[in-house]
């Protein structure tokens, strides 16, 4: 059983190119096991493209894991995605982590690209198949409702074999999508403890019943942290932005702001109901406490997490 601690963030965080990569230097010089962008295509905000992003931290760094919790399979081209992780992980010598996820309805990307949402799910599965298919086969023929091909190969082949298949999502949908295709499951943010249990539980089950296992370590979950106050300004917007994801749950739940033993003490909640893997988020306003955040957890939580069993 491993358990490990990656950081993470949804909108991009930095004032620029250049504090963005002090802040990629610092956690490749740290205990910090992994990195995680997010999804958003479309944003007034500034939110970095997570697959070209992640190949160029490939090429920055040596130690780290990466990945993207989710890439939306719809919004891509199957094959073309195939080619686009094959790439990163030979390139990285093995160190990428994809994670898919089918995104919601409501999503901007739909109307901004011209997707129709509907059948997402369906054309998610297809997707699945046939990345797992070209990262292992050669001469792949193809012929699903939502995505045909005949005699497809792509070489260079991941360095990973299998490669992962990491799953988002927590309805009945993406439980059967996770215990079907995966091989891990990482959980969205603002879910609780009880919450993520439940999805932990149902996919084992699942699993089982369709006679796979999927490894007990590779279950995640995702925290916003900060060495702080409730009381403050940051946290408060933090508390807000989630609280409709959250579904009324109290933030504390989801949420781990104080000290170290704050964190600690929730990290260990997830932990008991199965969780091993985890993304953590640090709640900063600037370059400097992004920085500030991420080392304190650095030293004074994942030396201590990593040691759990």
Not at 33 to 53: I, K, N, T
Request: charged share 20%.
């Amino acid at each position: 059983m491993s358990v490990r601690v990656g950081l993470g963030f949804i909108a991009f965080p930095f004032s620029s190119a250049e504090a963005f990569w002090r802040w990629v230097d610092a956690c490749e010089e740290s205990e910090v096991d992994s990195l995680w962008l997010s999804e958003r295509l479309v944003s007034p905000q500034p939110v970095l493209e997570p697959l070209s992003a992640l190949a160029a931290i490939a090429g920055r760094t040596r130690r780290l894991k990466f990945g993207v919790n989710a890439t939306v399979l719809p919004l891509r081209d199957p094959v073309l995605l195939a080619k686009e992780c094959a790439t990163i992980d030979y390139l990285s010598g093995g160190r990428f982590l994809p994670a898919f996820g089918v995104g919601n309805d409501a999503a901007p990307e739909w109307r901004a690209m011209g997707i129709d949402p509907h059948r997402r799910g369906a054309r998610a599965n297809e997707m699945l198949e046939l990345l797992t298919r070209l990262w292992t086969e050669d001469n792949v023929s193809f012929a699903g409702k939502h995505f045909r091909c005949e005699g497809v190969s792509i070489s260079p082949k991941p360095v990973q074999s299998p490669m992962p298949v990491w799953i988002g999502g927590s309805s009945d949908a993406a439980v059967e999508r996770t215990a079907r295709y995966g091989t891990g499951w990482i959980a969205g943010a603002a879910q609780t403890p009880a919450q993520v249990g439940r999805v932990i539980a149902a996919i084992k089950e699942r699993a089982a019943n369709l006679g796979r296992s999927i490894d007990e370590d590779h279950y995640g979950a995702g925290v916003s942290f900060r060495f702080g106050s409730w009381e403050e300004p940051a946290v408060q917007r933090s508390v807000q932005a989630f609280a409709a994801r959250a579904g009324g749950a109290d933030p504390r739940a989801y949420m781990a702001v104080g000290d170290a033993e704050a964190i600690i003490a929730l990290v260990q909640a997830y932990r008991a109901v199965g969780a091993c893997k985890f993304v953590l988020r640090p709640i900063a306003t600037s370059d400097d406490e992004m920085l500030a955040q991420s080392r304190r957890l650095a030293d004074e939580v994942i030396p201590f997490v990593h040691k759990l069993a």
